[in-house]
T-cell receptor
Framework: NAGVTQTPKFRILKIGQSMTLQCTQD?????MYWYRQDPGMGLKLIYY???????DKGEVPNGYNVSRSTTEDFPLRLELAAPSQTSVYFC???????????FGQGTRLTVV | TQLLEQSPQFLSIQEGENLTVYCNSS?????LQWYRQEPGEGPVLLVT?????EVKKLKRLTFQFGDARKDSSLHITAAQPGDTGLYLC????????????FGTGTRLKVLA
């Protein structure tokens, strides 16, 4: 079972470059989330979606954009990369409520 | 603003010792989850608690949700090296949509 798949696993960006972090799930989850995790820290919610066509901001949305055109895909876009965006990014899917969130393996992004 | 504070931040103990990790907030949560994260992986759910005062056990791990649903604790009995990892609590509010906010994390190392 693939579950939640993130690509790429690693990426180095130069300041000012843009990129899209891909996230796809095959579990038919309505809810999808993007988190970032700085070294040794917990996760901070960037954006989330409760279904196709619906997205909302989390705790730290500045500098990021998302879209949810299908149930399966929830890409995260960085338009002008900054060193402060160096982090590990995790995508997760779930059904909301008191149910489990299933995480991808993460994308390690370095902005230099 | 970090809504969920975990303590301690770091913990290094000998195999066989007991320990307790705390997750505290000034907010009331409708449910609270505990995850464990291994290096290079996404978090994996350990337990979900939804009722104030609820206690759940998972082998040597005991989880408690505070009566007021603002705090939680994780107690590990007779810790083993396999318990080493980053422990994260995550709380959800039912203000319209479910979005889980993660705590600051507790990094546990159990020495053989």
């Amino acid at each position: 079972n693939a579950g939640v798949t993130q690509t790429p696993k690693f990426r180095i960006l130069k300041i000012g470059q843009s990129m899209t972090l891909q996230c796809t799930q095959d579990m038919n989850h309505n809810y999808m989330y993007w988190y970032r995790q700085d070294p040794g820290m917990g996760l901070k919610l960037i954006y989330y979606s409760v279904g196709a066509g619906i997205t909302d901001k989390g705790e730290v949305p500045n500098g990021y954009n998302v879209s949810r055109s299908t149930t399966e895909d929830f890409p995260l876009r960085l338009e002008l990369a900054a060193p402060s965006q160096t982090s590990v990014y995790f995508c997760a899917g779930g059904e909301g409520g008191a149910t489990e969130a299933f995480f991808g393996q993460g994308t390690r992004l370095t902005v230099v | 603003t970090q809504l969920l504070e975990q303590s301690p931040q770091f913990l290094s103990i000998q195999e066989g010792e007991n320990l307790t990790v705390y997750c505290n907030s000034s907010s009331v949560f409708s449910s609270l989850q505990w995850y464990r994260q291994e290096p290079g992986e996404g978090p994996v759910l350990l337990v979900t608690v939804v009722t104030g005062g609820e206690v759940k056990k998972l082998k040597r791990l005991t989880f408690q949700f505070g009566d007021a649903r603002k705090d939680s604790s994780l107690h590990i009995t007779a810790a083993q090296p396999g318990d080493t990892g980053l422990y994260l609590c995550a709380g959800a509010h039912t203000s319209g949509t479910y979005k889980y906010i993660f705590g600051t994390g507790t990094r546990l190392k159990v020495l053989a």
